[in-house]
Each structure stands twice: as C-alpha cells, then as structure tokens.
C-alpha cells in the first residue's frame, strides 16, 4: 500500500506539490499578452502556481508595488528596472520577455491630427505623451530623435497613461505620444492622430523591451516560485506564437477594447532568456541622457 501511495506521487510530479501564492503586476502594453495569457490558459496553474495579475497604470509606479510586496514579480521596461537599481532599490531580473524587433509595428510616433507635425525635427518645443519619464517608451524616444539629430532635451516630455492618450491628444493637452498597442491604433482609426513613424523599427534588434523584476531578497528564498514562472511564462510564449487572436482575446479580459481593436494588435516579440550584454546595452544608452548618477553593475542584475 505505500509503495502504491509513493508511486503515485512520482508519477503526478509537481502537480502533487501545493501551488505557490504569486503576485504579478504588469502594465497595459500589449507586450504584456503572455502574461494574461498565462493566467486564462491556466499556464500557470498548470506550473504549480496560484497567480494573480494585477494591472498597474503607469510603469514608474511598479517598483513601488514591489517594495510593498502588492506584488512579488513585476513586468517592467529594461529602463523602469535599470533606473531602480540605480536609485537604490535592490532588484534583479528573474526573467526575460518581450525585445525589440526591426518586424515590430505595435509602437509608433503619434501626432495629433491638428498638430502639423510631420519630422521629428518638428517635436522642437512641443508637448509629447509617454507612459512613465524614464520608462522605455521616454527613453527610446529620446535615443531615437538623438540618432535623427534632434536635441531632446528641446521637446517637453509629459507623462500620460496608455488609455488617456487619445483624449489627451484630441484636447490638445499633448502634441503626440509615444503609443502602443492596441491604444495606438484605437488613436487612428479614431481619427485623433496620425503615425508619424514606428521608431522602434530602428533601435538595435534583441535589445530588452520589458523584463520581469523582483526584490533580491524575495529572489533568493524563492528559487522553486522563480522556476515555475519561468517555465509558465515560456509555454503562455509558445500560445501566444501559435494561437494570435485567442492570445489577444485573454489579453482584452483585461484591457476591455472592442475586439476588432484587439485582433489587429501586434503583440511584440519574446524572449525569455536575459543576458547581461542585452542589459548593459540599455546601461550604456541611459548613460549617454544622464539618468544615472552612477552606473548599474549588469553583471549583478539577473538572478540565477
């Protein structure tokens, strides 16, 4: 009979292990997909976990969610979690996600309609919307109009949540944005701005959009939760690149767009491994617009 009994747990594996509590706090963006994907799928319970997901508005703020401990693992930009760690806090990264791709069209310049910008030259003393200073979006357009020739220190950078952008444009409180999907399209096909250009089509290939982060010491004592999430988040990859439009359906659970809006939404690409070279590249870039007083070490910055 306990032979029985002990074979019987061999044979159901982790599955047979209490799940592990886990909180996750993410953005709207729709590189976030996986994520959501994940939780509807039943990915991560299928890994042993029992996680939430909890949308966070603006990026800056997600850091502070995990000195709370609101959350145990946060989806944030390279640049959210690089800014961090130089402020102080205590972070590594526990995973990969999503990374630039020459492919990618679900991020764009957006002017307003009314706005009569056409170049980025045209940005000069004007109002432009991102998700967080020092987020990726912020960052990426300022290392962009610098390989266009533009000083940005000369463009006025306010910040603004994904799901505001269009009113903030079309009340003329900006005069573009820095947008994402599925809120980038929902802002032309509104009529309130135009593309100007998909400016993430020309940042270096495999270069780390968003990450996911937690506190050091919460990495440490939990080494099994680190684990399953890893392997859950890299099966809600897989689904995303296999099955488009359910993916994108999980994701609207969350976001609550029409879902003609969500189906022509690209979700971005993944990779779930992080390497240090892919986060000293950021280092180096945030270096050269003064965001550190002194400089991460990316050689500690990703947890084993």
């Known amino acids: 009979m306990l032979r029985t009994l002990a074979l019987l747990l061999l044979v159901a594996g ?34 042993g976990l029992d996680a939430t997901v909890t949308l966070v508005p603006l990026m800056p703020n997600l850091p502070a969610a995990l000195i709370s401990n609101s959350v145990q693992i946060a989806f944030m930009t390279a640049t959210t979690f690089l800014q961090a760690v130089a402020g102080g806090l205590d972070f590594v990264a526990v995973s990969g996600g999503s990374v630039t791709s020459h492919q990618s069209t679900n991020i764009a310049f957006i002017a307003a309609t009314q706005s009569g910008i056409h170049t980025p030259a045209d940005l000069v003393g004007r109002r432009v919307g991102v998700p967080g200073l020092g987020a990726f979006m912020d960052i990426t357009f300022r290392y962009w109009l610098s390989e266009k020739n533009v000083d940005w220190r000369k463009v006025n950078f306010v910040e603004t949540t994904f799901s505001s952008m269009r009113d903030q444009l079309k009340g003329g409180a900006v005069d573009a944005v820095g947008g994402m999907d599925p809120y980038a399209k929902s802002i032309v096909d509104a009529g309130t701005g135009y593309v100007v250009a998909q400016f993430l089509q020309e940042v270096p290939e495999g270069k780390p959009v968003a990450l996911f982060a937690s506190q050091r010491s919460w990495a440490l004592a939990n080494h099994e939760a680190i684990a399953r999430f890893r392997a859950a988040y890299t099966d809600a990859v897989a689904f995303v690149q296999t099955n488009h439009d359910k993916a994108l359906m999980d994701f609207g659970h969350y976001v609550k767009l029409p879902p003609a809006a969500l189906l022509a939404t690209d979700t971005g690409h993944y990779q779930p491994q992080l390497s240090v070279e892919q986060l000293q590249w950021w280092i180096d870039v945030m270096t050269a617009q003064d965001k550190f007083a002194e400089k991460p070490d990316a050689s500690h910055l990703i947890a084993p």
């Open 14 to 47: 982790p599955a047979a292990a209490q799940d592990i509590k886990l909180a996750i706090g993410s953005s709207a963006g729709a590189e976030s997909t996986p994520i959501f994907v994940a939780a509807d799928e039943g990915l991560f319970k299928k890994h």
